[in-house]
Each structure stands twice: as structure tokens, then as C-alpha cells.
């Protein structure tokens, strides 16, 4: 015999499904900004001059890269392309000039996190005044380094290596991109950078600089001469560009400085526990 269908009322609350709790999305670290794939789009397209005739591709490396014997006044009668105005021109078009896609896939790679951090913070004007003074600031110490050189030096290197050095001046800061405890992108891109005497006691920051300094000097990446007999590593560009990034950064930042008294509690990536 069937039992009768008992009364659920009488049996009290019955349970519900379990609760969901949804977290807010978070976006991606290395989503790229407007200003850097267009920059990127930019030594992209510039890398199709390979696809010239090899006396025109050379004639653009000529123009276009940075040759130190360009300024020897001891050789009035040497004849490179470009005239006058490359003299002042190739301080920075050099950069966006690259010898071959490995070449130029490095440079894109270490963009990818420290130009994503640098444009989002900076914006696309002073990001693209910013890349072109730190060239400019590499092509002046490879001329120093190198007076009587006569390969053309080419490659964005110097201003990857700006971009590194100014994005290392918040990158560990609380919230920021290299912080445990980062925020979405944008907030980490703006997050108050830390005054660069502070910087420098930091122990994260000066690792950094250590393994930078000592990768470029021992092995050594990026801009290249373009003869195969005469190519190298223009590691001294890559420190002109560093050092101009890091320095010059406070001009370009448009984030307000960190109070002195407020740099430790900013750099800590752990909060208080209870």
C-alpha cells in the first residue's frame, strides 16, 4: 500500500543550492594599449623594407641608421647618404629599424610588459616622446663609444632599455605589474611610482639592475651592426637608453609622486595580517 505524500511544510526549511560566489574579472596584464600596438604596428611595418631591392634596403640603412662617422669632422670628404638631415634624423629613426624578425620579435617581447605598463601610465604622446628621447639618448653614447665607427647601428633596444628602467621605478610598488598583489592593469600602471633614491635601496629593484646590467654586458641583446663582418652588440646604447629612462622618467610621469615618509608602505606587497 502507497504511503500518503507527506506535508513538506511540516518537515521545516529545506535546503537550497549551494552559493556561487563570482569574483570580478580581472583584466589581463599584457591586454596592449593603443599607443604601443601602434607603435609595434610601426617597426612592423618598417620591417618590410626587406622586401626592397638590396641596393634600396641599403640605401635605407644608410639614411635611416645611426652612423657615427657621420659627425668625424676629420672626413669632410666621406659621402654617406642622408646628408645634413640625417644627422639629425637618425638620432632616432635608427630605432625602428631592425636586421631581421629575431631581431626585431626581442625587442617586441620585452615591450610587451614594461611598454604596456609605460604607455598605459603615460599616455600616447609622452610614450612616443618618451621612446624617442631614450633613443636618442642610446645613439649619443654609442657615438661617444664609438667616434669612427662606420657600420650603421640599428634596433630599438635603447628604448626598450628606457622603457625597462622607467617602469622598474613602480613596478614593485603595492598593486603594481610585478607586484604580488597586483590590481588590474590599468590601476597598476598608476600606481605612485616611489622617488628614485627610495628606488634604489630597494632590494628587487637593485636585483633587477644587477641581472640587466650584467646580461647586456656579458651576452649582450638587441641593436646590431648590420654588415655580417661587422655585427655586434651595441650594449652601450642599451645602457645610454637605460640610464635616460631612469632618470628622466620623473618628467614624463604624470602620476603624483609618493611621499617619502609613504615609500615603504608602498613598496610592501604583503598587507598587515590581524
Known amino acids: 500500500m502507497d504511503s500518503p505524500p507527506q506535508d513538506s511544510s511540516s518537515q521545516g526549511p529545506q535546503p537550497g543550492p549551494p552559493a556561487v560566489h563570482e569574483e570580478a574579472p580581472r583584466e589581463p596584464i599584457l591586454t596592449l594599449p593603443v599607443a604601443l600596438t601602434a607603435y609595434i604596428a610601426l617597426l612592423a611595418l618598417i620591417h618590410l623594407r626587406v622586401l626592397l631591392p638590396p641596393e634600396l634596403e641599403n640605401w635605407t640603412i644608410d639614411v635611416f641608421g645611426f652612423i657615427p662617422k657621420r659627425y668625424d669632422s676629420s672626413l669632410l670628404n666621406l659621402q654617406i647618404p642622408g646628408g645634413a638631415g640625417a644627422k639629425v634624423w637618425s638620432f632616432v629613426t635608427y630605432s625602428l629599424l631592425h636586421a631581421n624578425l629575431t631581431h626585431l620579435g626581442f625587442n617586441v617581447l620585452w615591450l610587451l610588459p614594461f611598454g604596456s605598463a609605460l604607455a598605459r601610465r603615460f599616455g600616447a604622446i609622452r610614450f612616443f616622446v618618451f621612446m624617442a628621447v631614450t633613443a636618442a639618448a642610446g645613439a649619443l653614447a654609442h657615438l661617444v663609444t664609438h667616434e669612427h665607427a662606420v657600420a650603421p647601428m640599428i634596433g630599438a633596444s635603447a628604448s626598450v632599455s628606457g622603457a625597462m628602467a ?76 637605460f640610464f635616460a629612462g631612469l632618470l628622466l622618467f620623473a618628467l614624463f610621469d604624470p602620476v603624483p609622486r609618493v611621499r617619502s615618509d609613504a615609500a615603504d608602505a608602498s613598496s610592501r606587497d604583503v598587507s598587515d595580517r590581524v
Open 166 to 241: 622607467a617602469a622598474i621605478r613602480f613596478a614593485f610598488a603595492r598593486g603594481s605589474f610585478l607586484s604580488f598583489s597586483r590590481s588590474d592593469a590599468d590601476t597598476a600602471a598608476k600606481v605612485p611610482a616611489l622617488p628614485l633614491s627610495r628606488a634604489l635601496r630597494d632590494g628587487r629593484v637593485v636585483g633587477f639592475l644587477a641581472v640587466w646590467f650584467g646580461v647586456n654586458i656579458i651576452f649582450g641583446v638587441g641593436a646590431i651592426g648590420v654588415d655580417a663582418e661587422t655585427t655586434s652588440v651595441a650594449w652601450q646604447a642599451h645602457i645610454g637608453g
